[in-house]
């Protein structure tokens, strides 16, 4: 089993910036590609960012590209998403994810909520 805890959420005006953390417990974090996902209200969950195992490698989706950076610090099992030049319709319940299998996510976080006033 794996335990994931995402913090860093809150309110930001338009422009500004957050640093999402994600804690993990109870497996080999170092071993597992990570993502960052979210939800809107009234949206289906989408892919934000990935990062593979040694960080070596990144992907984003198109709407965060150049504004949001995942990172991943193995020796403290803790996985990031600095989110600059934030905008309103980055307004949603964020989620990291430990990816077991190439896209195969099977473990979530209970989300952290970001709100980006205009």
């Known amino acids: 089993q794996v335990q994931l805890v995402e913090s860093g959420g809150g309110l930001v005006q338009a422009g500004g910036s957050l640093r999402l953390s994600c804690a993990a417990s109870?497996?080999?974090?170092?071993?597992?590609?990570m993502g960052w996902f979210r939800q809107a209200p009234g949206k289906e969950r989408e892919f934000v960012a990935r990062i593979s195992w040694n960080g070596a490698n990144t992907d984003y989706a198109d709407s965060v590209k150049g504004r949001f950076t995942i990172s991943r610090d193995n020796a403290k099992n803790t996985l990031y998403l600095q989110m600059n030049s934030l905008k309103p319709e980055d307004t949603a319940v964020y989620y990291c994810?430990?990816?077991?299998?190439?896209?195969?996510?099977?473990?979530w976080g209970r989300g952290t909520q970001v709100t980006v006033s205009s």
């Open positions: 994810a430990l990816e077991v299998a190439l896209g195969e996510y099977n473990y």
């Open positions: 109870g497996r080999t974090f170092v071993r597992y590609a």
